[in-house]
Nanobody
Framework: QVQLVESGGGLVQAGDSLKLSCAAS????????MGWFRQAPGKEREFVTE????????YIRDSVKGRFTISRDNAKNTVYLQMNNLKPEDTAVYYC????????????WGQGTQVTVSS
């Protein structure tokens, strides 16, 4: 059983940067695809980005492309989300999630970390 804990959220101004971390425990996540999702107030949760098990490929939503970068350190069992040039519309609770490499469904979720971007 994998447990995920996000950290690094906070209140920043537009144009600032934040780096979120997702620490996994319980078992190694080196065989898992790891992703970041977010949910803004009054909106549905949306996909942000994901990274393959070996870190060799990533996929990212257009609205954050060029500003957000996902990375992972399998030795530390940790996934990161570097967010640059933050905008007020990036305000949301950010969730880390994991899915087995051959599954299409994310089945393990963290508790989320709040990111608030003021204008």
């Amino acid at each position: 059983q994998v447990q995920l804990v996000e950290s690094g959220g906070g209140l920043v101004q537009a144009g600032d940067s934040l780096k979120l971390s997702c620490a996994a425990s319980g078992r190694a996540v080196s065989s898992y695809v790891m992703g970041w999702f977010r949910q803004a107030p009054g909106k549905e949760r949306e996909f942000v980005t994901e990274i393959s098990a070996d870190g060799g490929s990533t996929y990212i939503r257009d609205s954050v492309k060029g500003r957000f970068t996902i990375s992972r350190d399998n030795a530390k069992n940790t996934v990161y989300l570097q967010m640059n040039n933050l905008k007020p519309e990036d305000t949301a609770v950010y969730y880390c999630a994991a899915r087995p490499d051959r599954s299409l469904r994310y089945d393990t979720w963290g508790q989320g970390t709040q990111v608030t971007v003021s204008s």
